[in-house]
T-cell receptor
């Protein structure tokens, strides 16, 4: 099955700086890669996603890049704000519509 | 609550007891999933169902059981065979198409074994 690895596990940045979270996946058949933000005690919420036929996607301060050859994808957050502090998960959709998740990155944005 | 309702939000269980977590969706989604979340770990797939009356084991199915008798409902039973059941359980659903099947989560159920 698919294996998704995510780094770093914790990330601390100063407000206004950029944050980058990286994920790798193992199954070349995976074709859809969502990113979720989870605030403490709440459900994960989709923040951005990318499909395998696209190399980059941007939504305001958030962008995702995908390198299919290297099997890695990354989340970029620019001009970070304290409300960006949360746990972020990457995921890959494999065969049979199964979603596999990374272990999460706890982002702390210091004011 | 985003079309997926999980209940109860908090549940306490004594060792040796079975408990059932409810998950109901009104999104008309074909696929439904149960994930387990432990502190500092990602979401691990317990069971998933692509269609009514059919479901498959995920990566950590031992000690759990499910049913899918209705499209809207996918209850999870945590049996006494599950050795470490204390965790946060998340139900999710998606369409079954290959293009637009965004995964939507419920608010979660936190199970504590006393």
């Amino acid at each position: 099955g698919e294996n998704v690895e995510q780094h770093p596990s914790t990330l601390s940045v100063q407000e206004g700086d950029s944050a980058v979270i990286k994920c790798t996946y193992s199954d070349s058949a995976s074709n859809y890669f969502p990113w979720y933000k989870q605030e403490l005690g709440k459900r994960p919420q989709l923040i951005i996603d990318i499909r395998s036929n696209v190399g980059e996607k941007k939504d305001q301060r958030i962008a995702v890049t995908l390198n299919k050859t290297a099997k890695h994808f990354s989340l970029h957050i620019t001009e970070t704000q304290p409300e960006d502090s949360a746990v972020y998960f990457c995921a890959a959709r494999g065969n049979f519509n199964k979603f596999y998740f990374g272990s999460g990155t706890k982002l702390n944005v210091k004011p | 609550d985003g079309g997926i309702t999980q209940s109860p939000k908090y549940l306490f269980r004594k060792e040796g007891q079975n408990v059932t977590l409810s998950c109901e969706q009104n999104l008309n989604h074909d696929a439904m999933y149960w994930y387990r979340q432990d502190p500092g770990q990602g979401l691990r797939l317990i069971y998933y169902s692509q269609i009514v009356n059919d479901f498959q084991k995920g990566d950590i199915a031992e000690g759990y059981s499910v049913s899918r008798e209705k499209k809207e409902s996918f209850p999870l039973t945590v049996t006494s065979a599950q050795k470490n059941p204390t965790a946060f359980y998340l139900c999710a659903s998606s369409t079954s198409g290959t293009r637009d099947n965004v995964l939507t989560f419920g608010a979660g159920s936190r199970l504590t074994v006393l």
